[in-house]
């Protein structure tokens, strides 16, 4: 992992695999838990690691607390692995920000598609 400025941001599409753009949430985040912070990475880097920006690590870190116990963080990696983290930031972003405003927040557009993709809907509670 490395972290380079947030001036330095690209777009996703020409964006480095495993490059952290800003990195102050992620050591925030690795300060209040290294072991969930650890799994988000992880699980981030299995489903698509130029994926690594604020939306999509605080929404990977809210799903995996929420959705996720303490000792299925395998069941978590696998479930990743199975999903295109790209696409549900793409549409995340597309859904908050309409042409004339915006909606909501990005990060929970994110939380709710990959609960979408992830969660069977009759295991949905």
Known sequence: MRVRPFSEGRPLTS???NVIYGGRTMKRLWLSDERLAS???TCIQ???ARCFDDYTILAVWNFIGAHFAQNEQPDAIAAFGRIDIAKISRRAHRLAKGRNGRMGK?????SSLLAH???PEDEAA
Do not use: H, N, Y
Request: proline fraction near 6%; hydrophobic fraction near 45%.
């Open 15 to 17: 964006r480095p695999r």
């Open 46 to 48: 299995k489903s698509d």
């Open 117 to 119: 993709a992830i969660i």
């Open 39 to 41: 799994v988000v990475v």
């Open 106 to 110: 990005v990060t929970e557009k994110i």
